[in-house]
């Protein structure tokens, strides 16, 4: 008897969703038809389209197909067309609600400057030059979900918006972890990024942090930094980094900052992964950083690489197939050492292709160097 086929879905959402995952389905295409994967695989809706049709950002049917997945790949969500909704109908939701059904509490978000787009970056060549972090976002907790939360109305007629930073210890401690084991296979260092100074919550942060490194992870480096000192030291020499670990909301902020080191946010994958069962089994989904670009949208020029590059991270976190990823991220180099350039990431003297023409370079780059 054959194992049964692992299954993966397909989220492409909203703006330049479809047209990304449109590209990108080339690509997992050729690996099914190559044989060297052999996924059932779905698609369904999430975001402002899934709002459209069933009247809620993500409905019990697709949250229960993407617990039952082996992976989900996602596009992106949200638009203008919805920021008027109320919070609960707003695409955002959709995708945090997946987040939070799925229990993806570690966002690995990995940035790093292609040799190639070293000039495209808006930062000078050698300041960018090399470097190569990965920002470990915890993803469940903090003021994305703490409670209190709401806009009140005060006695006096006055308004208040209210959101609450939160953090347990556990919650705290299983993102670090995720951190330092990943530091491991690195260079072994490990940034902690919080407020300690005006933040109770960071000093919480801090004291676990410095506590589980010492009870288990004392061969690698830590260092603790504030949030603000960690966006200047960005931009300032992001060489220094190699693991950052931070809550919900830094990270955020960080992981667009570190993003656009590297010339483009189309260039950059991440990964959200939940804790590992004893069977092995991990839940966890793969999507580019960048949004749904509602300006560009339907043009036919957004860059596909960072949907790309996320199949390739869910080829290697998910499936093991180190091989297979090795083989995407090197057809991805090699179109792009070629001079292929989408709008977002073109130079002087580079015409701009549209993200079908990069999507089908891939695949042709693929067949060629799997030949
Ligand atoms: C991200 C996005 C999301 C977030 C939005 C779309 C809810 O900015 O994944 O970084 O804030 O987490
Ligand atoms: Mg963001």
């Not at 919805?82 to 609600?97: I, N, Q, S």
């Not at 993806?104 to 030059?129: C, H, M, Q, Y």
């Amino acid at each position: 008897m054959t194992a049964p086929k692992k299954k993966i879905l397909l989220l492409p959402g909203d703006g330049i969703g479809t047209e990304v995952m449109g590209a990108t389905r080339k690509v997992i295409d050729w690996f099914q038809s190559a044989g060297r994967t052999a996924f059932e695989i779905t698609e369904d809706l999430v975001g402002g389209i899934s709002y459209d049709k069933h009247g809620t950002p993500v409905t019990a049917a697709v949250i229960a197909r993407a617990k039952e997945a082996d992976a989900v790949l996602l596009a992106c969500v949200g638009g203008p067309k919805w920021d008027t909704l109320p919070f609960k109908d707003r695409p955002e939701r959709g995708l945090l609600a997946i987040r939070k059904e799925m229990g993806l509490f570690a966002n690995l978000r990995p940035a790093l400057v292609f040799d190639v787009l070293s000039g495209a970056s808006t930062l000078k060549a050698d300041v960018v030059k090399g470097f190569d972090l990965m920002i470990v976002r915890e993803l469940l907790g903090g003021v994305y979900f703490g409670e209190p939360r709401g806009i009140e109305t005060l006695p006096n007629g006055e308004r208040r918006g209210i959101n609450t930073q939160v953090y347990t210890s556990s919650e705290i401690r299983r993102v670090a972890r995720v951190a330092f084991e990943l530091a491991r296979k690195r260079r072994k260092k490990v940034c902690s990024v919080e407020k300690a100074n005006v933040m109770e919550s960071g000093v919480l942060w801090r004291d676990e942090v410095t506590k589980l490194h010492a009870t288990e992870f004392s061969d690698v480096d830590l260092v603790h930094m504030y949030a603000d000192n960690c966006a200047m030291q960005l931009v300032r020499c992001p060489r220094q980094f190699d693991v950052i670990v931070t809550d919900n909301l830094f990270g955020d902020l960080l992981s667009d900052l570190a993003s656009m080191l590297t010339g483009s946010l189309g260039m950059l994958p991440s990964a959200s992964l939940g804790l590992k069962e004893a069977s092995g089994r991990q839940a966890a989904l793969f999507e580019p950083i960048h949004g749904s670009a509602p300006d560009i949208a339907g043009r036919g020029v957004a860059n596909p690489l960072a949907m790309i590059l996320s199949y390739a991270m869910m080829l290697r976190y998910s499936f093991n197939l180190a091989a297979d990823a090795d083989l995407l991220e090197k057809a991805v180099q090699n179109v792009l050492s070629a001079g292929l350039r989408t709008a977002d990431i073109v130079e002087a003297g580079q015409t701009s292709v549209a993200t079908a023409v990069m999507g089908d370079a891939v695949v042709k780059e693929l067949a060629q160097l799997a030949a």
